[in-house]
C-alpha cells in the first residue's frame, strides 16, 4: 500500500496554490518575536538605611501602573513597549521607586482589523512574565521583598482604552458641532 510520491508531490502544490499571494498572512505565524530587552530600568531607595527599620513596625503601601505602548518599525514589524512603575511607601516615606520599559520587536502576519488587539493584548501578554521576573529581581536586589506583579488583564486594559477613545472622539465630535 505504498502512495505514490507524485500524488503526494500534487497534494503539497494544490494546498501551496490554495493559500495564494491573498492569503500570505495566513502562511506564516501569526506572532513572532524577534527581540526582547530592557529598553530604562531605574530603582531608587532614598531613605535606606532608616526605611529598613520603618518596614519592621509598619505595613507598606505598594502601588503599580502598567501601560503599554506599541509603534511600527517597518511592514508588519513593531516595537510593543510595557512601562511598569511601581513604588513603595512606609508610614508616608518612599520605600523604593522602581520603573521599568521593557520592549519587544514582534513580526505580525495577522488580518488588518485584528492588529491593534494583537499589539495591545497578545504581545503585551507574552512580554509580561520577563518584566515581571525583572521588577521582582530588581527590588529584591535593592533590598526590599521582590516586588511580585499580579497578572495583569491586558483586554481590559484594551477594551477600557477603546471605550475611553470613543469617549474622547464623541466629546470632539459634540463640540465641533455645537461651535458650528
Known sequence: MAKNPKDKNEKVAA???EVGPENTAAAGPPITINAQYIKDLSF?????PGVFQLLQANAPDVSVSVNVNAQPLQDNVFEVQLHIRGECK???TTAFVIELVYGGVFTLNVPQEHLQAV??????RLLFPFARNIVADASRDGGFPPLMLAPVDFVAMFQQAQTQAEIDADKGGNGADKDA
Open 15 to 17: 494546498t501551496d496554490a
Open 44 to 48: 531608587e531607595a532614598p531613605a535606606t
Open 90 to 92: 512606609v508610614a508616608e
Open 119 to 124: 499589539l495591545l493584548i497578545e504581545c503585551p
